[in-house]
């Protein structure tokens, strides 16, 4: 991809998800976010990433309603964003989350001495647990003092001044004695 399509995936993405958020009203479009747009090189076509939160049934009612509102987007799109072509928007699932959080499930069952288990079927994210403290785990951070400010040196008026070898004791607030020429 060149830098002018990553700028323009990132201006659709951040557009699309604000458009989302306030301007349309479908009550299946609720847990839904943009996760990444990626445009052809011509601008016709971008695919719109998204994850859902939910059981399987909730996420493709979600997906249809919103394969339903892209050209509503696309038109707000072409309103708001002054390109010469607004792409064709086509809605597909984002799955890393889900999976990435298979991978932390995984993880700490290993880590807690258990054999994995499967997901249970229609579960995509699991609720968060706090985390324990074990042997062999890094300590605690201590709760820092508060600490003195911090003292800036005095503002030095940029002209540098050059010592003689021999002239390295002499303060430097002293004035060097001139010689006549």
Not at 39 to 44: A, E, I, K, M, Q
Not at 86 to 112: C, F, H, K, T, W
Not at 131 to 155: F, I, N, S, T
């Amino acid at each position: 991809m060149t830098q002018r399509t990553d700028r323009v995936d990132e201006l659709l993405r951040q557009e699309i998800s604000s458009l989302l958020a306030r301007d349309i009203a479908d009550p299946r479009i609720g847990f839904a976010t943009v996760t990444d747009v990626e445009t052809t090189p011509d601008l016709r076509h971008a695919r719109v990433w998204v994850s859902v939160i939910g059981q399987e049934s909730e996420r493709r009612a979600t997906l249809n309603a919103l394969e339903r509102a892209m050209p509503f987007v696309r038109h707000e799109l072409g309103r708001r964003l002054h390109l010469r072509r607004i792409p064709e928007l086509s809605v597909r699932m984002d799955e890393s989350i889900e999976r990435g959080s298979r991978v932390m499930q995984l993880i700490n069952e290993l880590e807690a001495g258990k054999t994995p288990d499967e997901l249970p079927v229609g579960e995509s994210l699991p609720t968060p647990t706090p985390r324990l403290h074990r042997e062999g785990d890094a300590p605690e951070p201590a709760a820092e003092a508060p600490r003195a400010p911090a003292v800036r040196p005095a503002p030095t008026t940029g002209r540098r001044t050059r010592r003689a070898p021999g002239d390295a004791a002499r303060p430097q607030s002293a004035p060097r004695p001139r010689r006549a020429r």
